[in-house]
């Protein structure tokens, strides 16, 4: 062999790459080429020790002053020119090391000194774990000392039960208990304090505070609350901006050593988050129970699903007092989305749904943001799925987006091995509309099947969004299915809000009804009636509903809707869930590595799969046969009727609708106003004829004559007991069986109440707002028609007892008057005569007249009009169907 054109082929190798790994290869591979005992294997060998033995500068120079002399031969010029690039970039190295040193140390001795405003701000924090003590006026003249001894007084008797580590005096009148456990608190707020004139709050919540140092004197607090919103809340609205100005809070500045400079003390927000995740759950019922597991342990807020299991055109597998459902309106959905509704709110948008494509608005407080989850199908062309989503984002605020989507589609961009020609597209898709992309590199793929693993699953963002999603990660615990959970956290600046969308009743079955009666007669003892005479009608009712809350808080539980485990779930299950995620990891790994026993691997990670999925439906069906045989023998018509029956039915979520012009909503205010203005229209008085307004002014100009008698107790006896149990509550709380414990126990306080109402001529406010509750006509119309819903109005039990007994009025004036046609008959409740009969008869004028909330909403001011020979209720009936509104 010519040892001549060796120097030229290692040239050309050189030129190819200047990496230390690279030139170590090409030399390795020189080395096996050339004959044992070449002139050049000690310098070769040299270089080699040299890597291996780990590199320095002076040791790069040693080694390469020993080549120098050493070397004889013609290819010297080549391997020096080696040692000269190693020792170039050693010495580019060392020079970036020292720099790095340096600026660590300025640090460690700067910043001990030297305090700026931190980025990041926590939750919100209290003080201590207990209740506050407080009088319940105001203006009351009482001493903490005073205040102490009444609280020692009434936690006398629970002392042998009760902690208390502290009782501290606030900045205002009034006491902190400091007790250990929030058991502890609830014997504090059930000791009966309220009945010595104290009111009970929770411990309230500090916002976290920061301190900005040596700012200069002469700036103003609000010049700097500017400058602070401007620079760590840009991309909000100015409507946000104003209402996070308002929550910043420059509480005081003080003065240090160096002159003309203060340090300022402010609170900020809290900063609060959702937590969200993405899986393909591939038409699989385990998987299903597996998400729903996740979901309750990691406390989950929204979970955006591609191929969920579906049943009957129903997303199923996910079912929990405290998740919502929504899909698509397709009879196949291949996309869904989960709700926790105690932590979020959420408005579908219909405008672009499909079988594969949905979205959502989400809001906490003011603050909010959309949430599309897509299905790219893999036998369909992606180009079709990225068009819908394109006037998706058309129809939506793309400055707050988030895209969950199983792409099927391969990219660098996205940490794949590989790009294909759907990920090709789905990278210039992403440029074009301004996407980030929020994959980042993971110890997991999202897809690892059998036949191979990537990463197809993608989470696109707006750049205002990109800003605040946070520790964004792929895991592992859904092991039912092929495609792996990837969550983040949407953390945003807004304050916390306290979301009551499931809100907690009284548990009427566990009440102690002894102890309510024994409450409530000391509550309303007769000096306390005799105050409660003096206040107005809607005070008296404000006051009564005080009283009447604290007794039921004391004597009656709450039924509680909490987010359970599953009553299926046993350890072997948990278990073979473990040993299920540990051979996948082995299968994994043995695939990645080449192994010899990958076969094995597979066969073991197959048999465990199925032994899992199995044993879940062999649980869940046992579980249910259980209760089945448990609550059909306990109760025939009880829960099992209302499953057969399909009466248990989910709280209906309103999308959006279509309007009589065509358009449709694209919010939930725009949804719930065009329902109001279809279940009960505004009085326009533009619109009104010449009659409406000459009957309108005459009521405006009518004076009541107070000649009515007082309601008595006999009336109010008979219009309660019209009223059925198990009914329910209006926006009080208060159902038909508290209101019959709070006559049965206190019948002066109710008597007192309609009596003043009466005399003032006044249906009170709280009366007049119902608790408004959407339900649908037909399940199978459409939900996307004004037309397909009708409203159920929850009013207050005391309100209906009250109008019972002035419609017994009215009826009794009618027909002592002779002014209803007909004689009496059974079935009115007046005998003699028969229905029909008296409908036959009926060939007179009568005032009596049918009020038409949604057609003509001026109807009841024409029964008004005829108002001769009951003069007396005219008053009132204007009280009664003024100003009433809904929730």
């Known amino acids: 062999m010519d040892h001549s054109e060796k120097p030229k082929k290692q040239t050309n190798k050189c030129t190819k790459s200047l990496e230390v790994s690279v030139e170590q290869m090409d030399l390795e591979e020189e080395k096996r080429k050339r004959p044992a005992g070449s002139e050049y294997s000690a310098r070769e060998d040299s270089l080699s020790s040299c890597t291996e033995d780990g590199l320095s500068l002076s040791k790069v120079k040693r080694k390469r002053r020993r080549s120098k002399e050493a070397d004889n031969g013609d290819g010297e010029d080549v391997i020096l020119s080696k040692w000269s690039v190693l020792e170039s970039k050693m010495q580019d190295l060392v020079m970036e090391n020292n720099q790095l040193k340096t600026q660590l140390e300025c640090h460690q001795t700067y910043l001990p000194i030297q305090k700026t405003y931190a980025p990041a701000v926590g939750t919100s924090v209290g003080q201590s774990l207990g209740p506050e003590a407080c009088p319940e006026d105001e203006n009351d003249k009482i001493t903490n000392e005073e205040i102490k001894t009444k609280v020692m007084s009434v936690l006398k008797k629970d002392m042998t039960k009760l902690k208390v580590r502290n009782i501290r005096q606030l900045r205002s009148k009034g006491l902190v208990v400091e007790v250990n456990s929030k ?47 401007c620079k760590n809340f840009d991309g909000y609205n100015d409507q946000e901006k104003v209402k996070i100005n308002e929550k910043i809070n420059f509480k005081y500045c003080f003065k240090t050593k160096n002159e003309g400079k203060v340090n300022w003390i402010v609170q900020l927000p809290v900063r609060e988050y959702h937590h969200l995740i993405k899986i393909n759950a591939q038409r699989s019922m385990a998987a299903m ?149 929020l994959n980042k590199p993971s110890n997991f793929p999202t897809y690892i099947s059998g036949i191979g693993e990537s990463n197809r699953d993608v989470i696109l963002a ?299 001529c006044k249906f009170l406010k709280a009366w007049k707002v119902a608790k408004l509750v959407i339900i649908p006509k037909n399940p199978e119309a459409s939900k996307q028609l004004i037309g397909s819903y009708r409203p159920i109005a929850l009013l207050s039990v005391l309100s209906k007892v009250f109008e019972r007994i002035i419609v017994n009025r009215i009826q009794m004036h009618l027909h002592k008057r002779d002014i209803l046609p007909g004689a009496e008959c059974p079935l009115c409740g007046f005998p003699e005569e028969t229905v029909q009969h008296i409908m036959f008869n009926c060939t007179e004028y009568t005032p009596i007249r049918y009020v038409g909330l949604e057609e003509n909403a001026d109807d009841w001011k024409k029964i008004i009009e005829t108002k001769e020979g009951y003069n007396d209720f005219v008053e009132f009936a204007q009280g009664v169907f003024d100003k009433r509104t809904s929730r």
């Open 462 to 760: 707006s750049p205002f969004l990109c800003n605040l999603i946070q520790r964004w990660s792929v895991s592992d615990k859904v092991v039912a299915s092929d495609h792996n959970l990837i969550s983040f956290r949407i953390v945003h600046k807004h304050g916390a809000v306290n979301l009551k969308m499931v809100k907690e009743s009284y548990n009427i079955k566990a009440a102690d009804w002894d102890k309510f009666g024994g409450l409530l007669s000391t509550e309303l003892d007769e000096n306390c009636l005799t105050r409660m005479l003096e206040l107005s009608a809607d005070d008296f009712l404000k006051k009564l509903y005080r009283i009447l809350t604290d007794v039921c808080r004391r004597s009656i539980p709450r039924r509680k809707i909490s987010n359970r485990a599953f009553p299926w779930w046993n350890e072997s299950l948990e278990r073979l869930r473990s040993g299920l995620r540990r051979s996948r990891k082995q299968f994994s790994r043995a695939r990645r590595l080449q192994c010899d026993n990958l076969e094995q691997c597979k066969e073991i990670y197959r048999k465990a799969r199925n032994n899992y999925v199995k044993e879940i439906r062999k649980a869940k069906n046992a579980s249910w046969r259980d209760f089945v045989s448990t609550e059909g023998n306990r109760d025939p018509w009880g829960i099992m009727h209302k499953i057969v029956k399909n009466k248990l039915q989910n709280q209906l979520s309103i999308g959006s609708l279509v309007l009589p012009s065509g358009e449709r909503t694209k919010s939930w205010e725009e949804s719930v106003t065009a329902l109001l203005h279809k279940f009960a229209p505004r009085d326009n008085l533009e619109n009104e004829t010449i009659i409406h307004k000459t009957i309108r002014e005459t009521n405006n100009n009518y004076k009541n004559s107070n000649l009515e008698p007082e309601i008595s107790y006999g009336e109010i006896g008979h219009a309660l007991g019209l009223v059925k149990n198990k009914k329910a509550p209006g926006l009080d709380g208060f159902g038909p069986e508290i209101v019959k414990a709070l006559w049965t126990n206190c019948k002066e306080a109710v008597h007192n109440l309609f009596n003043k109402c009466l005399r003032e």
């Open 289 to 437: 129970a597996d998400i729903r597991k996740v979901m309750q342990d990691e406390s989950l807020d929204l979970l955006c699903i591609q191929e969920p299991y579906v049943f009957k055109n129903k997303v199923r597998g996910i079912t929990a007092p405290l998740f919502e459902i929504f899909q698509p309106s397709s009879v196949y959905p291949w996309v869904a989305i989960v709700m926790n509704k105690r932590r979020v709110e959420a408005f579908q948008i219909s405008t672009r749904d499909s079988d594969h494509i949905m979205c959502i608005q989400v809001r906490f407080g003011s603050f909010r943001f959309f949430i599309v989850n897509l299905y790219c199908q893999f036998s369909l062309s992606i180009e079709d799925f990225l068009r819908d989503l394109e006037g998706l984002l058309n129809d939506i605020d793309r400055s707050r987006v988030v895209i969950c989507m199983d792409a099927n589609a391969k990219s660098i961009a996205w940490f794949s091995d590989e790009t294909n020609q759907n990920g090709s597209l789905l990278e210039e898709f992403i440029i074009a509309q301004g996407l980030n992309i």
């Open 183 to 229: 058991v502890d608190v609830e014997i504090i707020k059930n000791s009966g304090l309220q009945g010595e004139g104290l009111k009970m709050a929770e411990p309230r919540k500090l916002d976290p505070s920061l301190i900005i140092y040596d700012v200069e004197k002469e700036h103003k607090a609000e010049d700097l609350k500017n400058e602070l919103i």
